[in-house]
């Protein structure tokens, strides 16, 4: 079965997920020349349709398309017709009709996506993150990322560090980590785990000591300021005193810890500075530069005559 869509990780497959892992890496080289192209989906068509501010993602995507040669389109929520009341279905509608071949779609609401996929049948949408539900692209380059640090993903202890119940970078993380073997610890105060962790493939940690204890990677989410007015913690300080990953706090993780950030980052919240900056053991950069490059394996993935991996 060929695969339309991508809206999620947890129904891939492991040959997925290592077909789009290998395509990624073999791509990563023509992100690094001096001159980044190539005319894999020359006279193609990539719409990013954003409903969420989006930096990194949007740019991301862009770029990937880009250097593949296809033509791109950006579609703002603040400067598009959903502003005057336009619903999703009637967006996604007319941009079909303009002959757009991939929707790359962020949206507030959890199963946007999934929704705007069945409102185009003949073209396929990518998940660039849905409400808290998941952030698919994401959770690959970060397997890719840990990939090529530790050279496997199997038997790995990982450590998600932070928002955990608002997070779907955390839920993307969790099922492409779980499909991949390796073991995965959700760290942070009992207020930011989500209500279903106990159905999970997880141990949750409310002690980030005992969370880090061992652990082989670490990766540490975006503490969302935006939410702080519902107090799920008690102050910015407290939280950076308690759950803030810090070289010190890393004593307690193996001795070669590889840590990680989706970003934007909080810098003295949730993550240090001098961490982040810390290249022997941050790769905040290589997860910039892997998800070009994993984007890239997407696109061409959705867009290939040949897309029958197996359980696809």
């Not at 670490?218 to 107090?231: G, K, P, T, Y």
């Not at 070669?256 to 980052?265: F, I, K, N, R, Y």
């Amino acid at each position: 079965m060929r695969r339309k869509d991508l809206l999620d990780l947890q129904s891939l497959t492991a040959d997925e997920i290592v077909y789009l892992l290998e395509t990624a890496a073999s791509f990563k080289e023509i992100v690094t020349r001096p001159v980044k192209k190539a005319p894999t989906l020359r006279g193609k068509s990539v719409a990013t349709v954003f409903f969420e501010p989006s930096t990194r993602t949007r740019t991301s995507f862009e770029h990937a398309a880009k250097i593949m040669s296809a033509d791109t389109y950006s579609l703002a929520a603040a400067t598009s017709s959903a502003t005057k009341g336009e619903s999703l279905k009637d967006t996604m509608l007319t941009l079909d009709a303009m002959g757009i071949d991939v929707f790359v779609i962020r949206h507030s609401f959890s199963g946007a996506a999934a929704l705007a996929s069945k409102y185009v049948p003949n073209k396929s949408v990518i998940n660039a993150g849905d409400g808290t539900h998941e952030h698919p692209t994401q959770g690959l380059l970060d397997l890719m990322t840990i990939r090529e640090k530790k050279g496997q993903i199997e038997g790995l202890e990982v450590a998600i560090v932070g928002d955990i119940a608002h997070s779907r970078v955390a839920r993307s993380n969790i099922w492409g980590l779980h499909t991949m073997g390796a073991k995965i610890r959700l760290v942070g105060p009992s207020t930011l785990m989500p209500a279903d962790a106990d159905r999970l493939p997880v141990k949750v940690y409310t002690d980030l000591t005992e969370g880090l204890r061992g652990a082989d990677v670490v990766n540490v989410l975006r503490i969302q300021l935006e939410r702080q007015d519902a107090a799920f913690f008690p102050s910015v300080r407290e939280y950076a005193k308690l759950f803030g990953v810090s070289h010190d706090k890393l004593k307690h993780a193996a001795s070669d810890v590889t840590v990680l950030h989706p970003g934007p980052m909080n810098r003295g919240v949730e993550i240090s500075s001098a961490l982040a900056d810390d290249a022997t053991i941050s790769v905040i950069n290589e997860q910039v530069t892997n998800g070009v490059a994993m984007r890239m394996a997407v696109l061409f993935w959705l867009m290939s005559a040949t897309n029958t991996i197996s359980g696809g």
